[in-house]
């Protein structure tokens, strides 16, 4: 569905990644672990064109998006992203935020959109709030809205940065709760988390990631019971407590 | 209650409109009498007093001899052709402005090193004349150039005209860092956001970008747009046919007759500025509460 093939990315002086591939196929879901700046979130960011890479090439379903005849705006209406601070409009309403990419990129008449956004806000179990501002909503409720607002595209990769990282840990399972259900429902996910439980439970392969290399790649339990490298032995020791 | 933000009151609230909001939490007209606030007491008794000054101040113009009702009433044609000079040099001035400054504010901000640079040396160029000089340097320039191209001998209006232009493009200049300001502080994951949905730079400026720098530079905006107004009575110099410069015909007239008629044109001008100005803050606050955020209210101490 979505490969990347030996991507380089230079801020300045500093090399953020060095020669990472990597492949999902359809309908699995992968996790992406690392301590900070080991640069899973550019990664990440990568794979939608927010930055684009200074070497290496990334598919989407065959198609060389890093080509430059691709419009960056194509590649990335097809691909949802949340965020980890939510990055919801705050001048407009849920229902707003979700309609705002149905109308302006996707040309669906406001009334077509506003339906398919508040089936879309239903589903994320915020069918009552479609008329709040992201200010008067919790931090779960403002993410759910995010995941919305990026489902409502159509998208055939969703990825996910730390999407749980600046929420009150008692929000963090209901946004967990919507990402499992997405997952069974056979969504392309590419996740950055450190929420172990989900990568556990959720997750097809979890790659771990450090000094903008893949250190290691397998499915949940070999990463998390038997790692093989040393640095994702200690990564995971420390993260598991 | 005090004239404050609207607060989220539980569920009821929030699931509604905005506009129910506003009505359902708007203060009634006549209520149960409530003991004023000690804020309250010190607003009542500052205004009572300046209304007892200013009382006195203008009893006090009465006892000078100031009050000539006819001569008040015998100027009023000439000074409405003065207000609608200055209305339109206003309804000029403040448009072309605004959308110079919006340009501006958009080529400073953006990523293109020369739309960069075309913003900078604007700023800096009409920022660093003063209004007059760039009033009197350019109408000059216009009749020379009409003159020498056109062979038109006396081109007052269109002189006037320049002028008008490059005293909308100094309060351009203005607006333009007024307008980048609020742009700045939109946060960059807003526009990161906009991107991820697939909307194009100009989408993404248009429908998330603006709408919130506008919100946050809406006060600074009426601060400018109350200043060029008034900035508009330098245009007087050049001949231009409006407030100041009907006010200083009018005193030129009316001082061999009676040293105190000029108090009472002046007075009758400093009145229309003062409508005409407040009418443009009037609009400028109408739209700050209409872009107000619920949830989203600022620091109250």
Known sequence: MIRADGIHKWFGELHVLRGIGMEVTKGEVSCIIGPSGSGKSTFLRCLNLLVFPDQGDIYLEGVRITSPEVRPEWVRQQIGMVFQSFNLFTHLTALRNVTLGLTKVRRMDSEAAGKKARWELERVGLGDKVDAYPAQLSGGQQQRVAIARALAMDPKVMLFDEPTSALDPEFIHEVLDVMTKLADEGMTMVVVTHEMGFAKKVADDVTFLDQGQIVERGPPSEIFEGPKQERTKAFVSRILG | MKGGPIRDEGEGVIGKPRREIQKATRRPLLGPFRYPSRRQIVRRTASAAAAVVAFLFVFWLGEAGLYNLSFAEEIVPALERGFSGTMWLVGFVIPVGFGTGLMMASARTSDSRIARAIGGTYVEFFRSMPPFTLIAFSSLLATKLLRTVFYIDNPVGLAVAAATFALALHSGSYQTEILRAGILSVPAGQVEAAYALGLTRSRT?????????????????????????????????????????????????????????????????????????????????????????????????
């Not at chain 2, 105190?260 to 407040?278: G, R």
């Open chain 2, 205 to 301: 400026l248009f429908n998330v970008i603006l709408p919130q720098a506008f919100r946050i530079s809406l006060p600074a905006l009426g601060n400018e747009f109350s200043s060029v107004i008034k900035d508009t009575s330098l245009l007087s110099a050049i001949s231009a046919v409006e407030l100041a410069f009907i006010g200083g015909v009018l005193v030129n007239n009316a001082l061999s007759r009676d040293f105190n008629l000029p108090f009472i044109i002046w007075s009758e001008i400093s009145v229309l500025y003062f409508v005409l100005t407040y009418a443009v803050v009037w609009i400028v606050r109408y739209a700050e509460n209409r872009s107000k955020v619920p949830g989203l209210e600022a620091a109250q101490l």
